[in-house]
T-cell receptor, first 113, second 115 residues
Framework: GQQLNQSPQSMFIQEGEDVSMNCTSSSIFNTWLWYKQEPGEGPVLLIALYKAGELTSNGRLTAQFGITRKDSFLNISASIPSDVGIYFC?????????????FGAGTRLFVKA | GAGVSQTPSNKVTEKGKYVELRCDPISGHTALYWYRQSLGQGPEFLIYFQGTGAADDSGLPNDRFFAVRPEGSVSTLKIQRTERGDSAVYLCASSEQGAGYNEQFFGPGTRLTVL
């Protein structure tokens, strides 16, 4: 089946540092999504990307939809302690009507104040 | 307004027992999704409802798993003859419509532990 490879698996950074994580897929997606999940909660959507090459920002977060439609990255600038959590990339395939979402395994972010 | 709610928040059962997990979607959302999240993994798609009907149940792992949404709102995920490998967090999400650009809003999940 479809697989998303998300890296890195975890990151330990100092407050104020920039963070970058990425996702690659064996399938072409028509939508890339980035979610954040905190303990005891469901994932919350951070950024949605709908076109190849699209670059979108949400505050200190920036994400891009790769040209090949098989990859995406998320950058977080000037990290703060509340950025701690698990970040998931997710994709929706071109031929499924867009509702079936495939998730990566997550990047666990730890921020030291 | 209220978000997606799931009950119970935690469920401990014994191997071989039957369990039901409930999801209350956001009012007015026609699409509802169930996911399973194992420890250290991302959510894994199980089933998607558009209204009362299951539009895609290709993610259900076997015939012990079944889900219903009889009135197009609340959904119940049913697991028969539970196995230890069924232990996971079961997440529910809803969206305004099923396709394309509509954001899925997730509930907090039900943590199922099968002893």
């Amino acid at each position: 089946g479809q697989q998303l490879n998300q890296s890195p698996q975890s990151m330990f950074i100092q407050e104020g540092e920039d963070v970058s994580m990425n996702c690659t897929s064996s399938s072409i997606f028509n939508t890339w999504l980035w979610y954040k999940q905190e303990p005891g909660e469901g994932p919350v959507l951070l950024i949605a990307l709908y076109k190849a090459g699209e670059l979108t920002s949400n505050g200190r977060l920036t994400a891009q939809f790769g040209i090949t439609r098989k990859d995406s990255f998320l950058n977080i600038s000037a990290s703060i302690p509340s950025d701690v959590g698990i970040y998931f990339c997710a994709g929706r395939e071109l031929n499924t009507g867009g509702f079936k979402t495939i998730f990566g395994a997550g990047t666990r972010l730890f921020v030291k104040a | 307004g209220a978000g997606v709610s799931q009950t119970p928040s935690n469920k401990v059962t014994e191997k071989g027992k039957y369990v039901e997990l409930r999801c209350d979607p956001i009012s007015g959302h026609t699409a509802l999704y169930w996911y399973r999240q194992s420890l250290g993994q991302g959510p894994e798609f199980l089933i998607y409802f558009q209204g009362t009907g299951a539009a895609d149940d290709s993610g259900l792992p076997n015939d012990r798993f079944f889900a219903v949404r009889p009135e197009g709102s609340v959904s119940t995920l049913k697991i028969q003859r539970t196995e230890r490998g069924d232990s996971a967090v079961y997440l529910c999400a809803s969206s305004e419509q099923g396709a394309g650009y509509n954001e899925q809003f997730f509930g907090p999940g039900t943590r199922l532990t099968v002893l």
